[in-house]
């Protein structure tokens, strides 16, 4: 929030909303910090931490959908997913059916990362939940699917009817 004392236009127009784009400012900054720490020691970055979760809750993901849930180009992918590959952390495999098509899982390397970097955010969220309600945490859950954008692949809604709101 601003600390010096001039005129706010949007606050002094009544929008909350602008509040709500700084906290989630700063929840993002937070909720990222311990991954960034971890992955910075190995020398990776967020683009990999990203590659890490995707891939490791939906095993077999072919490269195509990590793609579209990513929103990314091939060529934006192909630098970190090699390295990732290179260094044991993923694993590709040709499609049972179709053999141009590459399908993704993580090592035991790979999913030990990712417990690693998933453990200091679920401690986060749990913490932010602590003493809430089941009707507050479905707002929140409701408010953060609200979020995303309208997606022709409907990702965000598939992923929180298939699966609960849980972790597959």
Known sequence: MRSDNLADPVRDDGQAEFEIVELLFFAYR???????????DIGFGRAHHRVVH??????????????????????????????????GYVRQTTGPEDRRQRRLFLSQKGEDLRQ?????????????????????????KDFLSRMCNDDPTAFCGALLSANDGKEP
């Open 116 to 140: 690693q970097l998933l453990a200091p955010q679920l401690e986060r969220i749990a913490k932010a939940f602590s003493g809430l309600g089941e009707s507050e945490r479905a707002a929140v």
């Open 54 to 87: 995707f891939v490791g809750s939906r095993p077999g993901m072919s490269v195509a959908d990590l793609l579209d849930t990513l929103g990314i180009t091939k060529q934006s992918l192909a630098r970190v997913l090699k390295q990732l590959i290179d260094a």
């Open 30 to 40: 937070d909720f990222i910090s311990d991954p960034d720490a971890i992955l910075q």
